[in-house]
């Protein structure tokens, strides 16, 4: 199903939930830290950058382009961490990690909305997005799930599904 919003078209899967994608992006393989920016509509919070699926897109070409049209940067785009559900706003959000290895000094929604990006500590983060946006709180929950599990098990997981209800 398709539906036209400005400047874009929204995509939904079969169960009408809106397609998405977004990116934790990390400063290093570490993973220590993660670049939030400012939300649109409430430019004093922070979030996740990330963005509906155009048609005939891939998630993982989403993910990429929106992280550079909201923070700014490009990097090197890593694994799937999962599809994340808000029931609530009935949207599915596909996650990728992605380490960053270059920041522009301005990018579109520096330049169109004064967007503001910034790097947080994993701890830091989840409590600022539990402000604006706690769902994407998991995003980064299974960030830390899936690198404590790699650090244990040298094996590559499949991608696994997390589905909170709550916003």
Not at 49 to 70: D, K, N
Not at 85 to 106: C, G, P, S
Not at 119 to 129: C, E, G, K, M, V
Request: glycine share 6%; aromatic share 6%.
């Amino acid at each position: 199903m398709v539906k036209e919003k400005p400047n874009s078209t929204r995509i939904y899967d079969k169960d009408g939930f809106r397609r998405r994608a977004a990116c934790i992006c990390v400063r290093s393989e570490a993973e220590a830290e993660v670049l939030l920016v400012t939300s649109s509509r409430r430019p004093e919070l922070w979030i996740v950058p990330g963005g509906g699926v155009e048609p005939e897109e891939e998630p993982s070409v989403t993910a990429v382009r929106e992280v550079l049209e909201e923070a700014g940067v490009m990097g090197k785009l890593g694994r799937c961490l999962g599809v994340f559900e808000n029931q609530d706003h009935m949207h599915r959000t596909e996650v990728f990690v992605m380490t960053v290895t270059k920041e522009l000094e301005e990018w579109e929604d520096s330049r169109s909305i004064g967007r503001k990006r910034q790097w947080f500590s994993i701890d830091d983060a989840l409590t600022q997005l539990a402000l604006h946006k706690p769902t994407q709180r998991h995003y980064l929950m299974q960030l830390r799930h899936s690198k404590n599990n790699s650090n244990v098990n040298s094996t590559t997981s499949s991608p696994t599904t997390a589905a909170p209800t709550s916003a």
